[in-house]
């Protein structure tokens, strides 16, 4: 992946950029409710509170981020990479979606919601769209890069909790916590149909990468209340439900050869199926802490690779089609997975609002730190321009050349005004200090002197 230069041009060069690039097969997979009696809400929270009670591991840490850097106010819900590798969009139960430059992990924008939780983010295939699912029922449609709103499409009274394109751009396929499926038509936003049956919330959609085929999980803890179903597309017809399940279901991906379906469930395991038969062919033991908070999976676009994430502080890598376990990385309590297009960068978000990037598959963590300075105990951001296009790096990151600079960093005072550390200058305009209203741990405006 490439971070966005001065090549990158604008917006308009960007988008045509991205629609020439060619989609991978997996981009996103969504989770669901929480196991017993937990919501979304209090799953959140706990695993906030434990990644702040506990001693976060070294090799969870960013080399280049500080104590109390993060990118999201709030947990990190939702990941996706686009075609080309160069964008990283995340949904948090902040109410906001973030886009992130890759693989430098600069932050280019932040967009409020102002509707609740964001649950679920979707990147369509030319990567001209980015879809997001709210808690209050509204699946939002963005414009990339750019970010504009282009429709809010409304049809839902509760958590959309899985989101994801067709593979030809036709389709936006949502799940709803009520156990409602509903296919919207594109670019125009029509409702199609609306698919019921699915007991206990839809926590997560699958589409097949001929998309002719989407699968659907549910379920809480218990296997009473777990199913898979699948569809036909785009007439909405079920062909088939999904039985013998031990737990609900909180993850799906299909294999890019349409073979294999994986299902991760809230008792910590991933089961491998054929597909679309649903036969059983393997379960994998994907966590330790047995405590029915386990969140998502995703496959790499050549199939040859698993990651799963669970509330054990683990994000677990298997080879496929057999499921041996290759590796287990060290995290705070991993919310999120994506998976990049060349299946060699793995994003991983936390419900403590920290997102991480690995390599793969050796699993090693990029010494990136993805951080928003606003959302930031500590920490600030030096923010500069290039085509058009703003960029936020943590403080000390350098500027490359041809860079506008809107302000370097404050830093060392952690609290009063910037009057009281006025070391913001830009490399541009050297006369240039602090804007006296704004606080130490925000980016600061600079002005000319005098």
């Known amino acids: 992946m ?84 160069r964008l990283l969009a995340s949904a948090s139960t902040d109410a906001s979606v973030k886009l992130w430059s890759l693989p430098s992990g600069a932050l280019l924008k932040s967009i409020a919601t102002g509707a609740g939780q964001v649950w679920t983010v979707a990147i369509s295939p030319d990567g001209s769209l980015l879809a997001a699912g709210n808690a209050d029922g509204t699946v939002f449609l963005w414009s990339l890069p750019g970010g504009a709103l282009l429709q809010s499409l409304t049809g839902g009274q509760i958590d959309v909790q899985s989101i994801a394109f067709s593979p030809d751009g036709s389709l936006l396929i949502s799940g ?3 156990g ?112 029915m908070t386990s969140f998502m999976l995703a496959i790499s676009p050549d199939g040859r690779l698993l990651a799963s994430c669970n509330s054990d502080k683990t994000i677990r890598l298997w080879s496929l089609p057999d499921g041996k376990l290759m590796n287990t990385l060290s995290t705070p309590v991993s919310t999120a997975l994506a998976i990049g297009p060349d299946g060699r960068i793995l994003a991983s978000g936390a419900g403590a609002g920290t997102i991480m990037l690995w390599s793969l598959p050796d699993g090693s963590q990029l010494p990136i730190c993805l951080m928003d300075p606003a959302a930031s105990n500590t ?25 506008v600079c809107t302000c370097n960093c404050v830093t060392g005072a952690g609290s009063g005004t910037c009057s009281s550390n006025p070391s913001c200058s830009c490399v541009s305009n050297t006369g240039c200090s602090c804007n006296s209203v704004c606080t130490c741990n925000t980016i600061c405006t600079c002005i000319p002197v005098g």
């Open 2 to 85: 490439k971070s966005k230069g001065s090549s990158a041009g604008g917006p308009d060069g960007q988008k045509a950029a991205a629609r020439r690039q060619e989609a991978p097969e997996v981009y996103q997979v969504g989770r669901g409710l929480s196991g017993w009696t937990l919501s979304r809400r209090s799953l959140f929270s706990a695993a906030a509170a434990a990644v702040a009670a506990a001693a976060i591991p070294k090799r969870a840490q960013g080399a280049v981020c500080v104590s109390g850097a993060v990118a999201h106010f709030g947990g990190v819900a939702g990941l996706a990479i686009s075609p080309d590798g």
């Open 176 to 178: 709803d916590q009520d």
């Open 180 to 291: 409602t499926i509903k296919l919207w038509s594109l670019p125009g936003g029509t409702l199609l149909k609306s698919l019921t049956g699915q007991s206990y919330g839809v926590n997560a959609v699958a589409i097949s990468p001929d998309g002719s085929l989407l699968a659907s999980g549910g379920g809480y803890s218990t296997a009473s209340t777990a199913s898979i179903m699948i569809w036909s597309l785009p007439d909405g017809k079920l062909r088939s439900t999904i039985t013998g399940l031990s737990s609900g279901v909180c993850g799906l991906a299909i294999s890019p050869n349409g073979q294999l379906l994986a299902c991760q469930g809230y008792d910590e395991t991933v089961q491998l199926r054929s597909f679309p038969s649903g036969a059983l062919l393997s379960t994998l033991i994907a966590g330790s802490s047995m405590n």
């Open 379 to 403: 920490g600030s951001g030096v923010t500069y321009t290039i085509g058009g296009v703003t960029y936020t790096l943590p403080c000390g990151s350098p500027m490359p050349a041809g860079a």
